[in-house]
């Protein structure tokens, strides 16, 4: 059922009386709270990752672990951590806030149903993954090994042109925005069989439990987008059909699902941090 123009305005006004924590501030908040902790948490499976997809050759998580400690230390686990640091923080407030005011605005005037995370989830990743995309390339190509330096980001640029740092927005997009539309989807419909948020303790773990469900079938389903996203970005020519026809071609269908392992490793927790975060600190903040 539609709502008039009056009714939908006299709605949105009472959604924000009754939900202060949907002010703007705090929703930045908690976002950047979630960001930070995230990034802290999942670099480690990031690295190993990427490491794993722009590999020439198979290798196990176990190895590239090894490979990485003992060549750059313990630390080089989390190399890539400053640009994702610096991408994570803004992107995710954009996203999140994104999210919540498109898909908000949709419930309010159509209803709530399977097309309103879908779509707002899509807009808010497209958005989000535009304007952070030269620090998603930078970060890939530290954590593959192929940028060490600032002087390596510069001949990177001076190679390339500034239009370089938008190299694989493309991809990103292929992957991010079917990713944010299964989640958010999947996320929203979880969070119906648990019970209702009653105390903070609840609402944390019911965003727990659904964003980690959500992060797991998006992240397996999309992965197919991460791989060939990687592989373009650090070097390989064309664009996403022809690079996963090349990757079929060379590894099976099963090269497709490369680095799934490591990917649900870190898109779960990520997911289920992140979303609790969120949810979390709007009650908190």
Known sequence: ????EGEYEVLEECIEIKHPS???????LSACTGAILTSLLVTPFDVVKTRMQSSAYPLSTQSIIRVVVGSE???????GLVPTLVMSVP????YYIGYEDVRGRMVARWGEG??????????ARTLAATLTSPLELLRTRMQAGKMRRVRD????????????????LGPTLWRDVPFSGIYWLTYEKTKTHLPNPTSTHIEFRNAFLSGAVAGTIAAILTTPFDVAKTVMQVGAEGGMVPVLREIVRREGWRGLFRGVEPRVAKVA?????MVSSYEVGKRLF
Do not use: D, F, N, Q
């Open 1 to 4: 059922m539609s709502l008039s």
């Open 22 to 28: 949907t002010h703007t501030h705090i929703r930045t």
């Open 73 to 79: 230390g313990v630390k080089g686990l989390w190399r």
């Open 91 to 94: 992107s995710t407030v954009v």
């Open 114 to 123: 399977v097309y309103a995370p879908l779509v707002a989830g899509g807009l």
């Open 153 to 168: 980001v510069r001949a990177w640029i001076k190679s390339e042109g500034v239009r370089g740092l938008w190299r694989g």
């Open 269 to 273: 927790p990520a997911c289920a941090v």
